[in-house]
Structures are given as C-alpha cells and as structure tokens.
C-alpha cells in the first residue's frame, strides 16, 4: 500500500500526465496494445541519433529542453487541433460577414463578441486606432490559439499545449519578431534601435557612457518583457494541471485504503471546484496574452 501511495504521488507520476510525450494518457479499458494506459502515436520522422540543444550543469535545465528528435508529440496534435478548429470556425464566420449576413444564433454573436470585445477594449485602446486594424488578425489569432490551447487541457485525456515551455517561448519569439518589425516598419531599422534610448541634453563624456548602457539596458528590457510573457503563460497553466494532478491522485494513492471512501468523493469535488477555476484562468490567460502583445505592439509603434 504504501508503494502504491509513493507511486501515485510522486514527481514522476504526476508530471507525466501535464507534461508533454508521445503519446496519450488513457484509461486502460481503451488501451488495446499493451493496457498500460499509454496510447502511443506514430514516429514517422523520428531521429536515430537526437541533436542535443543544451548541455547545462545543471539537470533540472537539461530536462526542461529536451533534445530535438523528430518525434510527434500530443502537445503537437493538440495545437494542430487548436488551429483546425479556429480556421474552420473562423473561416465560416467570415464567409458569412463576407457575404453581407448577419452572424444569426447565439454562438455566431457570442464568437462575434469575442472579436469586437478585443477589437475595441484590446487592440485599439493599446496600439491606436489609426495603426490596430493593421495587427488585429495577428491579436485574433494569438488570442484564439491560446484560449484553444488552454481549453484543451480541460478534456479528459488530453493535454494543456500552453503548459509546456517551447509552445509559450515561441508565441513569445513570434510576438517579439512581430513588435520588433512592427517598430522597424514604422520608423525604420535605424530609427526604432536608436529610438530605444531616450533623447537627453547630456555632456558629449558623459553621453559615451550613458548612451550605451541605456541601449543595452532598453534591449535587455525588451527580451525580458518578452520572456515573462511565456513564462506567466507557462506557469498559471502548469501550475493548475498540477494541482489538479495531485487531487486525483489522493484517489489512486489510497485504492487500497478503508478511507477511499472519503477520500475520492472529496477529491472529485475538489477536483471539480477546481476544473472550473482552471476554465477561468483558460479565458483569462489568453485575454493577458493578447492584451500584452497589443501593448507592446504599441509602445513599438508610438515609442513615445
């Protein structure tokens, strides 16, 4: 009893079911192969020998960057189904606004919200209402994929993309690469870089100290910006399928126990109670997400 309790409980167990592999966690009913519960996905372009990205001394770095091997992951069929699942919905909503129809049902106005809610409270407050029609499809969808992403994880058996490091760090790059050449567009390469330092009435000796060290300073701030906005992503989303992990596994961690019979009703609520906080933290996460890269959007454009 007391392996089992060990073994539901620990660092392994239940990081494997939040964190990202190639295959699905499943109960074992509808695991046909070997019913370890493990439904494995194909490799069809999977290395024999993986590339190393990271050598850290330190262990806990080296596990978070994984090396590059080629394989196909559930985080990666899951965006797949985010971003199928956007197009085909989005695509047909916009047919019909095309086609000079009214968006008829409570769905199609409830998504229609969705767009002029970021539109006019997200995007046009942030960037400017001159320049924030040019990146709205780019906030639409930022903020979309998100919320799918992070509405993924709530299915049984699945998965939260936006738990997973690389998935947050390259909305992140993409974000930076949009606001970088946002700003580029807009005053010019020269401009936006030499833009970063403020204009200052200072002493030519003292200038060649200051300058430099502000730039550097500003360009530092604008990478760190940046990774906060795939860490707190990564964090509240992580975070949440943790706790929820280690709820459930009270109910695995005492199968064999008399006190199962107090123990899983209370984990289910607790479960459940917290299922529907994590449903918030979904719409909100990807609220933040968009309304940040608007903001940084628009500070790009209109420096000043």
Partial sequence: MAKQKSDALSTDSLFGHVKDADYFHVPRVLDFADGDGHLALPQPMKFDEPITLLQSPMPAINKMVEPLDGRLTKFMVLELVAALLIAVIFISLARKIRGGGRPVGRTWNFLEAFLVFLRDEVARPAIGKHDADRFLPFIWTLFFFVLGCNLLGMVPWMGSPTGALAVTSMLAIITFAVVVGAGMAKMGPVGFWTGQVPEMDLPFVLAIFLVPLI??????????????????????????????????????????????????????????????????????????????????????????
Avoid: C
């Fill in 215 to 304: 730039f550097v300073l500003e360009v530092g701030g604008l990478l760190i910006k940046h990774f906060v906005l795939a860490v707190r992503l990564l964090a509240n989303m992580f975070a949440g399928h943790i706790v929820l992990a280690v709820i459930v596994a009270f109910i695995s961690a005492a199968w064999m126990s008399p006190m199962i019979w107090g123990i899983a009703p209370a984990s289910v609520l607790g479960a459940t109670a917290l299922s529907l906080l994590e449903l918030f933290v979904a719409f909100l996460q990807a609220y933040i997400f968009a309304f940040l890269a608007a903001l940084f959007i628009g500070m790009a454009v209109h420096p000043h």
